[in-house]
């Protein structure tokens, strides 16, 4: 035998060897519900994954400013004059839901909301 067939058995090998591993740590690992997760512990293989409620409330919170907050103020009081009011000035009734319901994920995962008499 030639040292390149020699060489190329020993890849072979190796490569064998390789996805052997795989497929016995792929079925030891329980299914995953979606491909963000399979990806995340690819890269991550310490930390584990974080629920699903978790990181749903964690991507809506990412829209929270709380520049927004006086607005909010304003809509408590009285949201259906509040959303006609700005319908009637061309404003936008979904940025508006999408930052009302990012204001409630940062609540829920324990974010503080600023007071506007501490300002």
Do not use: C, V, W
Not at 34 to 42: K, M, T, V
């Amino acid at each position: 035998m030639t040292d390149d067939y020699t060489r190329g058995l020993d890849e072979i090998k190796a490569l064998r060897a390789r996805l052997a591993n795989l497929e016995a740590i792929a079925a030891a690992t329980p299914p995953r519900a979606a491909l963000g997760d399979a990806i995340a512990d690819h890269y991550s293989p310490t930390q584990p994954p974080k629920d699903r409620k978790t990181r749903d409330l964690e991507n809506a919170a990412k829209f929270y400013s709380p520049t927004e907050e006086a607005g909010f103020r304003q809509r408590a009081k009285d949201p259906e004059r509040y959303d006609r009011e700005l319908a009637a000035m061309g404003g936008d009734l979904l940025s508006q839901s999408i930052a009302l319901a990012a204001r409630d994920a940062h609540i829920k995962l324990g974010g503080t909301i600023p007071d506007p008499e501490e300002d």
